[in-house]
C-alpha cells in the first residue's frame, strides 16, 4: 500500500516533527515501510518555460530552433516538435535531466546549440503515447518544475501489507494519521467523516431489500452530474498512490477508497433496469459482465449485487460494465456498504479476482462509516466539478449499527504480560489518545474500543496489552531471565522414539528428511487403497489438488523423489508425520496417526530386476539393523500383500505379533501416474505401535555372552523356480532346531543360461556357534548332510 505524506499532512502536522523521527515511530510502534522515495523526483529539473521565438533549423529541414524563457533565463532549444508556437508555455528537460534511461545534454543538433529537450505526456510519464510536446494553460508559472506544477512534489511510503493485516483502520490516509498523531502526541484537525451534507427529500423510487448477507447497504440517487476531468489534486493523489485518472466521478469513488478506506460505487441510473436492490448469492452458471471487460461464468454462493433480477456487480470485488458511468452520465446511484469479509474472501478466490476494494473487504469492515461517507463523497463530488448535484434521502439497511465491544481488565493483568511496571494514568492516557474510552474503578479498567478497531482487531484484554506494548515501545521493556521452578520434565517416549529413529536414519544410513503438506488429492488419497474411505475433505476448499487431509505420507515422498530423481543418482528420503482418518459421518474428531515413512530410488533401470532385488534387500536388512539400534533384535520379516506394492516384493514386519513396519517396491500403475522413472522402494513405520513394542521390550538386556569357541559357516545353493519364495527354505530350517544355529540369510542369488530359464541359483549362509566346544569336521559334515537331507525331502534340487 502507498501513502502520500502530502495527504497525511492534511489531516495532521507531520511537518512540524523530523521526517526520521516519523519513520521510526511508524517503524516501531506501527508497521514496517517497504520503501521511502521522493515522487518522480527525476522531474525536479524539469521547468516551465514559454517560447520567445521560433525559426527554421539552418542545416535540418525537419528541425526548428527556438528560443525559450523561464522568466529570467533564456535557452536554445532544437526540437523536432510541429506543434509548437511562439507564445506557448511548455516543459523543458534541462541539461543532466534522465528520462526514459536517456540523459539529457546540452550538445550541438547539426551545427546549433540544444540547452535541453522539450517534453511530451509520454516523457513525463503521463501517457503511454503522445503526439508532440505538451502544451500548458497561458497562465501557467514561469520556472518552477513540473514536480510543483501538477502537485507532484511528494514522499511516497510504501506500506508493507502483511504487516497490517488484522489492522483495516489504517488502509487509508486518514486512518493512518488518525494513528500516527496519537503514537506521535500530535493533533488531529480534519475529519472527514464529519462532512456536513443535506440532503434532498425523497428517495426518487429507489429501494433497498434487507438481506442477512451484508452488514450494511445503502444507495442514494444524485441528479445534475456533469462528467469531465478531475481537479489537479484529485488528481494528482490517485497517481501518487498508483491509480490512473479516470473522470470526476469514478475518481471521487477512488479517492474516498484511499483517504477513507471505505469502498463506494457508482452506477448510471439510466442503465438500470429497476428501482430495487438487494445483496443476494448466485446460481451456479451465472454470468456477468465486469468493468475489466471480463464475463466470469460464476459458481454458486458468489456474492452479487442485484438491480431488480439483473445481477449488476461482484458485492464489494468489482462492477459490473453495463451500468457503469459513461461520459454521457447525467444521473447516477451511488452505492455504500460493507459486507461479511467471508464473502468476500469466498468470491476472490473462486473468481481470482482482487481489487483495491476487495482487498479492503476482506479484513472486516465496520458498517458506521457507511453514511457518513456518503456525505464526504458528495463533498468531494461538488469540489470536483459537479457544484449543483441534487442528492436525496438514503435508502438501505444496517444490521450491526449498535454493535459495541468492552473489554474488561485490571492493572495487574496489564503489568503481568507486559512485564513493565506501567501506572494506571499511563494505561488510560495511552487508550484514550488511541481513542479507546476508558473507565477505572481502583486498578479495574472497562475499555469501549472505538468502532473502527471492534471487528475482528481488539477483542480481549490481551489485544489491550498489545496496544499498550506497541505505544511505549517494545525496546522500552526490560529483558529478564525467566522465574521459574526447575523441575525433572515429564517423559514423553514417543518423542524419544521419533528422535532416535531420525538420527539412526540420517545420521547412520544417510537418509535425507523432508517435510510437507498435510493435504492431498483425490488421487493422493487412493494410494492406500485400505485407507481411501477414510479420507476427510477439508470444509473450506482448497485447490482441488489440496482438497483433503492427507492419509498416507507415500504421496508427498514420491512427489519430492520426482523433482529430484533426474539431479541426483542417489535419493533416500524419510518423513516423520501424521496422517488423518475419519470413520463414518459422526460428529467425533478424525484420528491422528503417526507414521515415519522411507522411499529409496533405485539407481538402476527399471528391467534390472536382479539389481532392484538386491536393493530391496539392501533396505529390508536397513529397517532390520533400526530394531537392532533399538534393542528390538525379536522381529521377523513375513510377506503379505499390499496393493499399492508389486507383488512379490511386499513384506510386514511382525514383532510380537504385532504388525510395525511395511515395506515394498511401488507397483508400476503408481510409478507411472507419477511419472517416476525409476523403481521406488517404499516402506513405513507404525510410530503408535513401535513406541509400546519399545516401552516394552526395548529396555530389556538381550546381551549374550559372547562364545569363547570361533564361529563356523555353511552355503548350501539350491535350485528353484524363479517364482519360488526364498524365505520358504530358510522357515524350514529353523523348525530343525539345530542347537548350533544363530542364523540363516540368502547369500546370493543367481541367474543365468547355466541355470536355466525360469530358475534361480540361490545360496544360502548357515551361520554357526557353539558355546562349549570347538566345531569338529565330523559334526560339519552332520549338520551339512542334514541340510541337504532335508531339502532334497522337501523337493528342493542341489546345484
Not at 553 to 575: A, H, M, W
Not at 626 to 646: A, G
Not at 664 to 671: N, V
Not at 768 to 779: C, E, H, I
Amino acid at each position: 500500500m502507498k501513502l502520500s505524506v502530502d495527504w497525511l499532512n492534511e489531516f495532521t502536522p507531520l511537518s512540524q516533527i523530523p521526517f526520521e523521527k516519523v519513520l521510526e515511530k511508524i517503524n516501531t510502534s506501527i508497521c514496517e515501510i517497504d520503501d521511502v522515495e521522493e515522487f518522480k523526483s527525476h522531474l525536479s529539473s524539469v521547468i516551465t518555460v514559454k517560447i520567445k521565438s521560433l525559426e527554421k533549423h539552418p542545416n535540418a529541414e525537419k528541425l526548428q530552433t527556438t528560443i525559450a524563457t523561464d522568466g529570467s533565463k533564456e535557452y536554445q532549444i532544437v526540437t523536432a516538435a510541429t506543434n509548437v508556437a511562439v507564445g506557448d508555455i511548455v516543459p523543458l528537460a534541462l541539461p543532466d535531466t534522465k528520462l526514459d534511461g536517456k540523459e539529457i545534454l546540452d550538445s550541438e543538433l547539426r551545427g546549433v546549440r540544444s540547452q535541453g529537450m522539450y517534453c511530451s505526456e509520454k516523457e513525463l510519464g503521463m501517457a503511454l503515447e503522445s503526439s508532440g510536446v505538451l502544451i500548458l494553460p497561458k497562465d501557467t508559472t514561469l520556472g518552477i518544475s513540473v514536480r510543483k506544477y501538477f502537485l507532484w512534489e511528494d514522499t511516497i511510503l510504501t506500506i508493507d501489507n502483511k504487516s497490517i493485516t488484522h489492522r483495516p483502520d489504517l488502509w487509508n490516509h486518514f486512518g493512518f494519521a488518525r494513528e500516527l498523531a496519537s503514537q506521535l502526541q500530535i493533533p488531529l484537525h480534519h475529519f472527514p467523516l464529519q462532512a456536513d451534507t443535506k440532503w434532498e427529500s425523497g428517495n426518487q423510487g429507489l429501494t433497498v431489500v434487507k438481506s442477512e448477507h451484508a452488514h450494511a447497504y445503502y444507495v442514494c440517487s444524485i441528479q445534475n452530474v456533469n462528467i469531465t476531468g478531475s481537479i489537479p489534486k484529485i488528481k494528482s493523489r490517485l497517481e501518487k498512490c498508483g491509480i490512473r485518472s479516470i473522470n470526476n466521478v469514478v475518481d471521487v469513488s477512488n479517492y474516498l477508497l484511499l483517504e477513507l478506506g471505505q469502498p463506494t460505487h457508482f452506477f448510471d441510473r439510466s442503465k438500470l433496469q429497476s428501482t430495487s436492490f438487494t445483496v443476494s448469492k448466485s446460481k451456479e452458471g451465472e454470468s456477468i459482465s465486469l468493468l475489466d471487460d471480463t464475463s466470469p461464468t460464476l459458481p454458486n454462493h458468489i456474492l452479487l449485487i442485484q438491480n431488480g433480477e439483473t445481477p449488476v456487480a461482484l458485492a464489494g470485488v468489482m462492477g459490473g460494465k453495463d451500468s457503469a458511468v459513461s461520459e454521457s452520465t447525467k444521473e447516477i446511484v451511488m452505492e455504500s456498504a460493507v459486507f461479511k469479509r467471508e464473502d468476500v474472501r469466498y468470491t476472490i478466490r473462486k473468481t481470482n479476482i482482487r481489487t483495491e476494494s476487495a482487498v479492503r473487504y476482506e479484513k472486516g469492515l465496520d458498517s458506521y462509516t457507511c453514511l457518513p461517507v456518503m456525505k464526504r463523497a458528495v463533498q468531494l463530488l461538488k469540489e470536483n466539478g459537479n457544484p449543483n448535484v441534487k442528492v436525496f434521502e438514503p435508502q438501505g439497511f444496517n444490521h450491526t449499527e449498535s454493535k459495541t465491544v468492552t473489554i474488561e481488565t485490571n492493572l495487574s493483568f496489564l503489568r503481568h504480560k507486559l512485564g513493565k511496571k506501567i501506572s494506571l494514568h499511563e494505561v488510560t492516557d495511552i487508550l484514550q489518545r488511541l481513542g479507546f474510552e476508558v473507565t477505572t474503578k481502583d486498578e479495574s479498567l472497562s475499555v469501549l474500543v472505538p468502532k473502527y478497531r471492534q471487528n475482528y482487531d481488539v477483542t480481549i484484554p490481551e489485544d489491550l496489552v498489545e496496544e499498550i506494548g506497541r505505544t511505549i515501545g517494545y525496546a522500552s521493556i526490560r529483558t529478564e531471565a525467566l522465574s521459574m521452578a526447575v523441575e525433572t520434565p515429564i517423559r514423553n517416549p514417543l518423542r524419544e522414539l521419533e528422535r532416535r529413529v531420525k538420527q539412526f536414519l540420517a545420521l547412520e544410513v544417510g537418509f535425507n528428511e523432508v517435510y510437507n503438506y498435510s493435504f492431498a488429492s483425490p488421487t493422493d488419497a487412493k494410494l492406500e487403497k485400505e485407507f481411501e474411505a477414510t479420507s476427510l475433505k477439508i470444509a473450506n476448499e482448497m485447490p482441488e489438488e489440496h482438497s483433503l487431509l492427507r492419509n498416507s505420507l507415500y504421496p508427498g515422498l514420491i512427489k519430492q523423489t520426482k523433482v529430484n530423481q533426474d539431479r541426483f543418482e542417489r535419493v533416500n528420503l524419510f518423513e516423520l508425520g501424521r496422517t488423518y482418518h475419519k470413520e463414518g459421518n459422526d460428529a467425533t474428531l478424525a484420528q491422528e496417526k503417526r507414521w515415519i515413512s522411507l522411499l529409496s530410488l533405485s539407481k538402476c533401470k527399471p528391467t534390472d530386476l536382479s539389481s532392484i532385488e538386491d536393493e530391496f534387500l539392501t533396505v529390508r536388512e536397513t529397517i532390520s539393523e533400526l530394531f537392532l539400534f533399538l534393542n528390538l533384535p525379536k522381529f521377523e520379516w513375513v510377506k503379505l500383500p499390499r496393493t499399492h506394492f508389486h507383488p512379490n516384493a511386499s513384506l510386514v514386519l511382525l514383532y510380537d505379533g504385532k504388525e510395525v513396519v511395511e515395506l515394498g517396491i511401488l507397483h508400476t500403475r503408481f510409478a507411472d501416474l507419477y511419472d517416476l522413472k525409476r523403481r521406488a522402494i517404499l516402506s513405513k513405520i507404525d510410530m503408535e505401535v513401535l513406541v509400546q513394542i519399545w516401552e516394552t521390550y526395548g529396555r530389556n538386556s538381550h546381551f549374550v555372552p559372547p562364545s569363547h569357541f570361533p564361529q563356523g559357516q555353511l552355503d548350501l545353493s539350491l535350485l528353484m523356480n524363479e517364482s519360488d519364495p526364498t524365505e520358504s527354505f530358510a522357515d524350514l530350517v529353523k523348525t530343525l532346531q539345530i542347537p548350533e544355529l544363530e542364523s540363516v540369510y540368502v547369500q546370493t542369488i543367481f541367474r543365468g543360461e547355466s541355470v536355466g530359464e525360469g530358475k534361480k541359483s540361490v545360496t544360502y549362509r548357515f551361520l554357526l556357534m557353539s558355546y562349549d566346544k570347538t566345531f569338529t569336521q565330523d559334526r560339519f559334515k552332520e549338520l551339512s548332510d542334514r541340510l541337504v537331507e532335508t531339502a532334497k525331502i522337501n523337493g528342493y534340487s542341489l546345484r
